[in-house]
């Protein structure tokens, strides 16, 4: 066995309910990141970053999702830099510049993230396809797994804590009536 010396903190810790983040915006910190290559037929080898981020704070009365943890795949290659710009815009750096930072250097940044809920997914292993993900709930029915998936990233003195909007997504807006050009 190991000695172990537990504070009261770690001693008195007890196993919190997980439920996928709902949709909507969050001020969230850069937990962690992970350098990764993908496992995907269409792109497989090609490096990405999985990010962990903290939830700093939410739209609730309570800041009942501080604390909870998102993650997010950040692509670095051709044709999915995306995610990645928005990051590197998100801290005030030049996507342009054709460089991104090191893992370390995201460590503790803070950023809104933009996340929508949606069904989990599963490879089928029998056809080789993804379905929706399902489990068993206590009741005994069968439903629908959740997944909080972050579809972007916002500078974070873009955040305007607006307490009861917690299901509703954010926008920016630049002041023009007309999504035309000018």
């Known amino acids: 066995g190991f000695s172990l010396n537990f504070s009261d903190k770690e001693a008195s810790s007890e ?41 700093t704070e939410d739209h609730t009365e309570d800041n009942k999702f501080v604390g909870q943890k998102a993650w997010g795949n950040v692509m670095l290659f051709e044709g999915a830099l995306y995610s990645a710009a928005q990051m590197l815009k998100s801290q005030g750096l030049d996507p342009t510049s054709g460089k991104f930072p090191s893992i370390e250097w995201w460590i503790g940044k803070e950023m809104v993230l933009v996340i929508k809920q949606e069904p989990a997914k599963t490879k089928d292993e029998a056809s080789g396809k993804y379905v929706t993900k399902t489990e068993t709930n206590e009741a005994g029915k069968e ?27 954010g926008r920016v807006t630049t002041g023009k009536s007309s999504m035309l050009p000018s």
């Open 15 to 55: 196993a919190r309910e997980f439920s996928a983040l709902p949709s909507g915006t969050y001020l969230a910190r850069v937990d962690d990141g992970e350098l990764k290559e993908s496992q995907s037929e269409k792109h497989y080898g090609k490096p990405y970053v999985a990010f962990t981020f903290e939830i």
């Open 143 to 169: 439903v629908v797994v959740k997944r909080a998936e972050i579809k972007g990233y916002r500078p974070a003195d873009t955040w305007k804590k607006q307490v009861g909007t917690a299901g509703s997504v």
